[in-house]
């Protein structure tokens, strides 16, 4: 199956006292394929992170449907939600934990045994073994970043998807995170990410689809992209 579908999926969020709600996805449809990079291109408000939150579990869709490596989400949501590490936009951990921690915990949370956790090779894999036992709040932002990448690496998922990775970072940590994103794509991890810079989308992803107010409106190979914008 390709690692992600999405067959005409409609979000309409609630409205304020019974009016009509925003209408953020207007019937998208899209597959990903296994294997590559691919970037969910768009404008502010273009609907990326809803769509994102529909595979993530976190928003219901109004209609469609969406499989995750094969699995629906609404009749195995079990199942599509191991098959998916979300690396969202905000930075969500306890502060007063330790990146080791951090990993432990989550591993818990998906109730890997310890014997299985792998919590000291993803702080290899993100560069922060020598960070394993400081405090969450004493890492920097790039060291934050990594982390939540680990985090959503624990349960061992085929497919990783990063909501907008390098808004508001500097050049610097922007390179740190694209070589780290390519190096988990060459480990054989299909990656999705959102942005809305076309420079990144170009530079990083195979395939690209774009989305505006709630629309596709292009999907093609980045390299026949290139050019049209
Ligand atoms: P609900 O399920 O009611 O939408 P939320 O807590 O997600 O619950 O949002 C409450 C309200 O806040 C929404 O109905 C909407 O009016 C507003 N809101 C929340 N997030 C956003 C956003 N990103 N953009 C616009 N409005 C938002
Ligand atoms: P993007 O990630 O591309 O910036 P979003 O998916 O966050 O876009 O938002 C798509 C549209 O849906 C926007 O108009 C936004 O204001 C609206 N929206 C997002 N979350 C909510 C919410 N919880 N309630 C109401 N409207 C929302």
Redesign the pocket.
């Known amino acids: 199956p390709p690692a992600i579908r999405i067959d005409n999926v409609v979000k309409r969020?609630?409205?304020?006292k019974g009016g009509e709600?925003?209408l953020a996805l207007k019937g998208v449809s899209f597959d990903v394929p296994q294997g590559g990079i691919f970037g969910l291109l768009g404008p502010n408000g273009a609907g990326k992170s809803t769509l994102i939150n529909i595979l993530a579990g976190l928003v219901t869709k109004t209609s469609g449907s969406a499989e995750i490596w094969g699995f629906d989400i609404d009749e195995q949501p079990r199942n599509a939600k191991r098959s998916i590490g979300i690396v969202p936009q905000e930075i969500v951990f306890d502060p007063f934990f330790t990146p080791f921690e951090v990993l432990e915990n989550h591993g818990g949370f998906y109730g890997i045994p310890k014997a299985e956790r792998r919590s000291e090779e993803l702080l290899a894999a993100v560069h922060l073994s020598d960070k394993r036992d400081a405090y969450a709040r004493t890492l920097s932002g790039g060291m934050k970043r990594r982390l939540l990448i680990a985090k959503a690496m624990v349960h061992s998922p085929p497919i990783l998807v990063l909501d907008e990775p390098t808004a508001g970072v500097d050049v610097e940590l922007r390179g740190q995170l694209w070589e780290l994103v390519r190096k988990l794509n060459g480990e054989g991890v299909t990656v999705v990410l959102t942005t809305h810079y076309l420079e990144e989308a170009e530079e990083l992803c195979d395939e690209i689809a774009i989305i505006n107010h709630g629309e596709l409106i292009a999907h093609k190979p980045t390299r026949e992209l290139v050019g049209m914008a």
């Open positions: 969020y609630a409205g304020v709600g925003k």
